[in-house]
């Protein structure tokens, strides 16, 4: 497991352009090998679900960035320090053809990410889980 501290910064808004808001995150030069993760995110003793994207932003053709995005959360918290705990890699950094490709891609991410944390309640529960 691989954890971190790091302020929100601002941006360009993208994310929230395209339907999923980010905080993007000071530092870019982690232990970690680019791609996308899912993550758990502490701010003011509260815990959140979410995704991470550490690499370059193919589709723009920009530099290496680091952003969040949390599931169920639309605030400003500019200057805050998060605490992100990074979990397993969901894919690769990659760039797609256009902005619907991408947002495509992002839901099904999320996707991914909902069946994970629904498995992991299932075993803590003991509710066995079928293979479809």
Sequence with gaps: MYRFKTKV???RGRGRQIGFPTA???ITD???????????VRLSHRLYQGLLHYGP???F??????????ISFNKNIYGR???IEVGRKIREVRKF??????RKQIKKDLQELNKEEL???KQKLGIKIRNS
Excluded at 30 to 40: D, E, M, T
Excluded at 61 to 70: F, I, Q, R, T, V
């Design 119 to 121: 498995g992991v309640r």
């Design 9 to 11: 910064i601002s941006g």
């Design 97 to 102: 053809a256009n902005i619907q490709a991408l």
């Design 81 to 83: 320090i998060l605490e």
């Design 24 to 26: 993007n995150l000071a």
């Design 61 to 70: 053709g920009e530099p290496l960035s680091l952003e969040a995005h949390l």
């Design 30 to 40: 982690l232990l970690l090998a680019h791609g996308v993760y899912a993550v758990k």
């Design 57 to 59: 932003k193919k589709t």
